[in-house]
C-alpha cells in the first residue's frame, strides 16, 4: 500500500510526523490518516510527496524508491556508478575520524544523553567550527542535512569497521523515553593524530555543547548558517561557515576591509 510506503520513506530519513505535516500542508492529525490508509492523497499531493522525498511521482505511485549507494572511496577516486555517491576521503583523514571519534567517547561517552545522534551533530561542530577558525579541515567529514540536523556520510561505515576490529561497543540504552546507541570505546585514542590546537578545539565544542540533549542539538544546529543555506537531504557547504551569525561564530574577524 502507498500508505505503509510514504511511512518506510519518513522513517527511512528519520523525519517526524510533524515535519511531514508540515511540508505537506495539512495537520498532523490528517498526515497521521495517510499513513495509515484511512485517507487517500490527490494527485497534488503526491506531486508534493516525491518532491519532499526526491523521487519521480511515478516511482513513488509505484512504491519504488531508487536509493544512491554511498561508498567512500579512499584516496583516489574512480568512476563513478549511476545513482551513487562517492565520497572521496584520504585514508588519512577517515584514521583521524576514528581517533577523533575515540577521543569523544573517552571524554564524554559515559554521559547518558551522548548517543549517536548527540555526536553526530558534535563532530559536525567539530568539523565546522576548525574550518571557519584556521580555514583547514580537521576531520572534513561529508554532512548531510536532515530533519535531525546533520549527519556525517562515512561514520556508519566508520563504526563497521570499527566494531570488527573491536576498538568499539555498540549498545542500546534509554534516554529518557527514547531509545539511545550508544558506544563504549574499546582502547584510547591515538593522540600523535591529533594536534595540539585540534585537542584544544574538540574539547570546547564537548565543553559547550555535551550536556545537551539530541534535541536541544538539533534545534541548535538548525540555528546556525550551513544548516540553514543547504537543501534538504543535501551535503552542507563547509565556505557557508564565513556567513555565521554572531551566535555560532568561532572566529574573530577583523573589521578592515
Known amino acids: 500500500m502507498i500508505s505503509n510506503f510514504i511511512k518506510t520513506l519518513r522513517k527511512k530519513r528519520q523525519w517526524s510526523q510533524d515535519f511531514m ?8 492529525p490528517t498526515y497521521m490518516q495517510i499513513e495509515q490508509g484511512g485517507r487517500d492523497i490527490t494527485i497534488s499531493e503526491a506531486k508534493t510527496l ?29 568512476a563513478t556508478e549511476k545513482n551513487e555517491i562517492r565520497i572521496s576521503v584520504p585514508q588519512r583523514n577517515l584514521k583521524k575520524f576514528k581517533e577523533v571519534f575515540l577521543y569523544i567517547l573517552n571524554k564524554i561517552g559515559s554521559k547518558p544523553n551522548v548517543g549517536q545522534s548527540v555526536i553526530n551533530k558534535l563532530l559536525y561542530f567539530i568539523d565546522f567550527d576548525y574550518f571557519e ?11 548531510i542535512k536532515n530533519h535531525f540536523g546533520p549527519t556525517p556520510c562515512e561514520l556508519i561505515k566508520v563504526l563497521d569497521e570499527m566494531k570488527v576490529k573491536d576498538e568499539i561497543e555498540e549498545v542500546k540504552s534509554h534516554y529518557f523515553k527514547y531509545d539511545q546507541k550508544k558506544f563504549l570505546p574499546r582502547r584510547k585514542p591515538d593522540l600523535s593524530l591529533l594536534s595540539a590546537r585540534e585537542k584544544d578545539l574538540i574539547d570546547n565544542v564537548l565543553t559547550r555543547l555535551s550536556d545537551k540533549s539530541a534535541a536541544e542539538l538539533k534545534d541548535y544546529s538548525h540555528g546556525d548558517v550551513p544548516w540553514i543555506t543547504a537543501k534538504e537531504g543535501g551535503k552542507i557547504d563547509y565556505e557557508a561557515v564565513f556567513y555565521r551569525t554572531g551566535a555560532y561564530s568561532v572566529r574573530e574577524y577583523s573589521d578592515d576591509l
Not at 21 to 28: C, D, H, I, P, Q
Not at 51 to 76: A, G, M, Y
Not at 133 to 143: H, M, P
Open 21 to 28: 505535516a508540515e511540508k505537506l500542508g495539512v495537520s498532523r
Open 50 to 78: 516525491a518532491d519532499i522525498f526526491e523521487i519521480s511521482l511515478e516511482d513513488l505511485l509505484n512504491e519504488r524508491e531508487k536509493e544512491p549507494k554511498i561508498t567512500i572511496v579512499k584516496d583516489q577516486p574512480s
Open 133 to 143: 577558525k584556521y580555514e583547514e579541515q580537521l576531520i572534513g567529514a561529508t554532512y
